[in-house]
C-alpha cells in the first residue's frame, strides 16, 4: 500500500549529537511536512517543502534543517541535540493541502 | 500570530453517549477545517472535514459543524463507542498554500 515511510522509529542520542531523521513516501504527493508533537501542544510545524526545489521553514524551524532528496523522500537534521528536542517527530505528505495529510509512524527522539 | 484554541484538553463520556469537542480559529480567511484522531502509540488519522462554504458535514456517527461569524468549529460524536477512545486534533487553514494550524488536542476517555 502506498504509505509514509518514517526511520528510525526510536532513537536516543546525546547532547551535541547531529542526528538526521528520515522519511520517504509512495503516495506521489508532492507536499511534504516535518512536525514535532510534544504533550499539551499538540503539532507543530517544523518545516515544509511543496517540491524538491522549495523548502519552507514553520513555526519552530531553529536548530532544525530539512534535505528533500527526491520527490519522497524528505529529512530532517539536528545539527546539534538539545535536550528541549526530545518529542514525537512526524513526518506527513499532501496532494494539495485540502485531500488531508497522510501521516508517517512517527520517531520517537529523547536527547539526553 | 495564527492560532486555534481547542477544548476541551480532556472529555470523558459514557458510552453510548455522545461527546463534543470545539475549536475556535483567529484567521477569518480560513476556509479548511479538518479533524483527526489519534489512537495511543498510532499516527493521526483524518477522520472529517469541511470547507467554509459548508455549515454541517456527517459521516455516519460524526459530524461537524462551523460558525464562520463566530469562528468555531464543533465536532460531534454520537453512540460513543470504545474505539472512540484516542486524542482527537483540529485544524485550520491559513494562507493560500492551505497550510493548517493545530489546535492542541483533546482526549477522549470512553467510560463503559
Known amino acids: 500500500d502506498a504509505d509514509v515511510t518514517q526511520t528510525p522509529r526510536n532513537r536516543i542520542t546525546k547532547t551535541g549529537k547531529r542526528i538526521m531523521l528520515e522519511c520517504s513516501q509512495t503516495k506521489g504527493h508532492d507536499r511534504m511536512y516535518w512536525y514535532r508533537q510534544d504533550p499539551g501542544l499538540g503539532l507543530r510545524l517544523i518545516y515544509y517543502?511543496?517540491?524538491?526545489?522549495?523548502?519552507n521553514k514553520g513555526e519552530i524551524s531553529d536548530g532544525y534543517s530539512v534535505s528533500r532528496q527526491a520527490q519522497a523522500k524528505f529529512s530532517l537534521s539536528l545539527e546539534s541535540a538539545i535536550p528541549n528536542q526530545t518529542a514525537l517527530y512526524f513526518c506527513?505528505?499532501?496532494?494539495?493541502?485540502?485531500?488531508?495529510?497522510?501521516f508517517g509512524s512517527g520517531t520517537r527522539l529523547t536527547v539526553v | 500570530g495564527e492560532n486555534v484554541e481547542q477544548h476541551p484538553s480532556t472529555l470523558s463520556v459514557q458510552e453510548g453517549d455522545s461527546a463534543v469537542i470545539k475549536c475556535t480559529y483567529s484567521d477569518s480567511a480560513s476556509n479548511y477545517f479538518p479533524w483527526y484522531k489519534q489512537e495511543l502509540g498510532k499516527r493521526p488519522q483524518l477522520i472529517i472535514d469541511?470547507?467554509?462554504n459548508v455549515g454541517e458535514k456527517k459521516d455516519q456517527r460524526i459530524a461537524v459543524t462551523l460558525n464562520k461569524t463566530a469562528k468555531h468549529f464543533s465536532l460531534h460524536i454520537t453512540e460513543t463507542q470504545p474505539e472512540d477512545s484516542a486524542v482527537y486534533f483540529c485544524?485550520?487553514?491559513?494562507?493560500?498554500?492551505?497550510?493548517?494550524?493545530w489546535g492542541a488536542g483533546t482526549k477522549l476517555i470512553i467510560k463503559p
Open positions: 517543502s511543496f517540491d524538491v526545489k522549495d523548502i
Open positions: 485544524a485550520a487553514s491559513v494562507g493560500s498554500n492551505y497550510q493548517l494550524i
Open positions: 506527513a505528505t499532501s496532494v494539495d493541502g485540502v485531500s488531508g495529510y497522510t
Open positions: 469541511i470547507r467554509s
